[in-house]
């Protein structure tokens, strides 16, 4: 679909490295979305940026609000947002959900940290609206680090517990899994090392992966040691050259093909491919150990190759 301009009515800063970004659209339409689902912000040089959606309190009808982390070393994305004001029109995406809370049951346990309280965020206000029990903890280095923590002691009163690196109430991932009710399912976003941690520590308590939903936000990884190899594709031969600077995803796109693919973080699982000869180098957060160690599948927009070739199926 054709992406939808909208205005930007408030751009205000949260802490100092993150910004909620309040928006119109130009002609009123009507935009449905769940807690979980996220738009894709239209880059002024190209390309675009996903951003989870914020169902905060007392918000106008058909206004959309973000919150978006200052990255240093930012490719366009967050340097683009952060440079916003009132007034500025922008084009994104109608929303797109893949990390939704699920019809279950059991309570839902909510767990944040850093930026990655966006979702969860909108989780909570959304679970708050019905008799599901939930609770949230919500973690970050220091306690002026934590973003919209008013929005969120509004919604969950004494269902949220507050954690900071730097104060005795330290966010204790195992004590907080091991306590939790035997039928909980588990919603996390944050970090790539929080969100490796909570699939380790679930799998290592016997947890089914049907309990286990996650998001993670992460910065550009550091691609200094990255070498360029080929990929071909197993039902028409082609082969694409994947250049030491750009993902699986771009080189094909860049070659004519049409990949699936929307996070381009390695965790929603859209972009999978089956690996038919090589050994990739997986740097997703959806397989499993075992998928890892099978070689069979992978996620083309992160993960690379160890072989200087690879066979897939797109």
Same mark, same amino acid.
């Given at each position: 679909m054709p992406a939808i301009a909208y205005e930007v009515v408030a751009a205000t800063s949260e802490t100092p490295d993150?910004?909620?970004?309040?928006?119109?659209?130009?002609? #009123? +339409?009507?935009?449905?979305?769940?807690a979980g689902a996220h738009i894709r912000v239209n880059l002024p040089e190209g390309g675009d940026r996903a951003y989870s959606l914020l169902r905060l309190p007392k918000m106008k009808a058909g206004h959309l609000a973000v919150g978006v982390l200052r990255e240093p070393n930012s490719h366009g994305g967050s340097k683009y947002m952060h440079s916003l004001k009132a007034g500025d029109w922008i084009r994104l995406n109608n929303p797109a959900n893949h990390f939704e809370v699920e019809d279950h049951d059991g309570p839902?346990?909510?767990?944040?940290?850093?930026? !990655? +309280?966006?979702? +969860?965020?909108?989780?909570?206000?959304?679970?708050?609206? @019905?008799?599901?029990? %939930?609770?949230?903890?919500?973690?970050?280095?220091?306690e002026g680090a934590l973003a919209f923590v008013p929005e969120m002691q509004e919604i969950c009163g004494d269902r949220l517990n507050l954690h900071?690196?730097?104060? #005795?109430?330290?966010?204790?991932? /195992?004590?907080?899994?091991?306590?939790?009710?035997?039928?909980?399912? &588990?919603? %996390?976003? !944050?970090?790539?090392g929080m969100v490796e941690a909570i699939i380790s520590i679930t799998e290592n308590l !016997?947890?089914?992966?049907? *309990? /286990?939903?996650?998001?993670?936000?992460?910065?550009?990884?550091?691609?200094?040691?990255? @070498?360029?190899?080929?990929?071909?594709? *197993?039902? @028409?031969?082609?082969?694409?050259? &994947?250049?030491?600077?750009?993902?699986?995803?771009?080189?094909?796109?860049?070659?004519?093909?049409? #990949?699936?693919?929307?996070?381009?973080?390695?965790?929603?699982?859209?972009?999978?491919?089956? &690996?038919? $000869? !090589?050994? #990739?180098?997986?740097?997703?957060? &959806?397989?499993?150990?075992? $998928? *890892?160690?099978?070689?069979?599948?992978?996620? +083309?927009?992160v993960s690379r190759s160890k072989s200087p070739k690879l066979v897939i199926d797109i």
């Open positions: 993150i910004r909620r970004i309040v928006m119109k659209p130009i002609s #009123p +339409i009507p935009v449905v979305w769940r839902c346990l909510l767990i944040a940290g850093g930026i !990655g +309280i966006t979702p +969860i965020l909108s989780m909570a206000s959304d679970l708050s609206r @019905t008799d599901r029990e %939930f609770e949230v903890h919500y973690g970050g280095r220091a900071y690196d730097d104060q #005795p109430n330290r966010m204790n991932l /195992v004590e907080i899994l091991e306590n939790a009710p035997d039928n909980s399912h &588990v919603y %996390f976003c !944050g970090p790539r !016997g947890w089914d992966d049907e *309990r /286990v939903h996650f998001e993670v936000f992460a910065a550009n990884a550091d691609t200094s040691g990255d @070498t360029a190899f080929d990929i071909q594709i *197993r039902s @028409t031969g082609q082969v694409v050259k &994947v250049a030491s600077d750009k993902t699986i995803v771009e080189a094909l796109e860049e070659a004519g093909l049409d #990949p699936l693919y929307d996070c381009q973080r390695g965790d929603c699982g859209i972009c999978q491919c089956k &690996v038919h $000869e !090589g050994e #990739p180098e997986h740097r997703d957060v &959806v397989l499993t150990k075992k $998928e *890892r160690s099978s070689n069979s599948k992978m996620q +083309i927009c």
